[in-house]
Structures are given as structure tokens and as C-alpha cells.
């Protein structure tokens, strides 16, 4: 595959260490589908360093934040870089203020959630800025 996407995963204060080793596993799973290249960056209320450009499984990773949640910092580095990519996903518990997103972003999005209920709480919101699922909590 040579599709370009930037993963975005909320590190902020609302999200457990077992959640964040979750969701780096959904990452991770991603390689086994022939994905060759994944973007991600790590946000609380603001995008933490530079994206990690992921060529293989990573059996690590450092968590910078840990702060409250704003996913206007995501969206915007995606935003500001859109060409460099086809489509962003941000797995997050969507504990967050209401995002602005414009359409043609949102064509482009997916809110992958942590579990259903955050998922069954955030639905309606999401489904109106991209498409929106959850992570089976015993998918590890």
C-alpha cells in the first residue's frame, strides 16, 4: 500500500497507560496489512514533538503529555501538512472540547474511540466530522 495517513493519539491525562499501549497496538497492526509508513504524533492540548514516521511494529514508544485534551492541535498539524497525506485517524476517549473541522478534513478522518461507551457518549458529534469505531477492550 502506498497510502500516507498521520495517526494522532490522545496522551492526555483522561487516557490510561493500558489505553495508549492499546492503542500503539492498533498502530502496530496496521504493518502486517503491507502498510509501509505511518505518521504519528502524540497530543494533550498541544501536538508533543515532532511525528514519529513508523516503518515497523515498535515494541516501545515514549509518552510525552499527559495534560488536558484539545484536538484542535491535531487537526490542525494535519491541517497544515494535509498534502503530505490521505487521511488521518485519532484514537482518543473524545474527552475533549467540540472540534471545527472543515468538510473536505473530515472526508478524510477517522475517530477510532478506546471503548464503546466512549464511543456510544462521542457517536454524534463524530459521525459529522468523518467516521467514527471503537476498540474492543479485549481485542489485545
Known sequence: F????L????VS???SDKEISLFYSVINRFFKYGIQSI????FD???KGAPISMKKAQKSITVRGRGGTNFHSAIDYFAKFHKLYDGMIILTDGDAPLPMVSLSQARKMLWICNN???FERHYEWMRKIGRCCWIEEDWI
Open 2 to 5: 502506498t497510502t500516507r495517513l
Open 7 to 10: 495517526i494522532a493519539v490522545d
Open 13 to 15: 491525562g483522561s487516557i
Open 39 to 42: 505518521d504519528v504524533i502524540q
Open 45 to 47: 492540548t498541544e501536538v
Open 116 to 118: 464503546q461507551g466512549s
